[in-house]
């Protein structure tokens, strides 16, 4: 069974930081590329980060570049999301997928920055 089981989203104020994990089960991780993309409300889905299924050399949208960081660990079958300089606007339901041809998603983690 595929599952991709993403954690680490909450409350924090402008300028914070959150670590977003997304743990993946039931494929090959070694093989997919691994994007996050979030969904703030009333707006479309939009791509955050993307990494290759070796890990190297990170895709940004240019709305985080400077500020995110996606790392991910074949070993663990885990992606990571370090988010830095947080702001009002980065908060949004972030989700995690899989992807070789045909896509996984997982269920998504809230990110809220308020003050």
């Known amino acids: 069974q595929v599952q991709l089981v993403e954690s680490g989203g909450g409350l924090v104020q402008p300028g914070g930081s959150l670590r977003l994990s997304c743990a993946a089960s039931?494929?090959?991780?070694?093989?997919?590329?691994m994007t996050w993309y979030r969904q703030a409300p009333g707006k479309e889905r939009e791509l955050v980060a993307s990494?290759?299924?070796?890990?190297?050399?990170?895709d940004y949208a240019d709305f985080v570049k400077g500020r995110f960081t996606l790392t991910r660990d074949n070993a663990k079958n885990t992606v990571y999301l370090q988010m830095n300089s947080l702001k009002f606007e980065d908060t949004a339901a972030y989700y995690c997928?899989?992807?070789?041809?045909?896509?996984?998603w997982g269920q998504g983690t809230q990110v809220t920055v308020s003050s």
């Open positions: 997928n899989a992807r070789r041809g045909a896509g996984y």
């Open positions: 039931g494929f090959t991780f070694y093989y997919y590329w």
């Open positions: 990494i290759s299924p070796a890990g190297g050399s990170p």
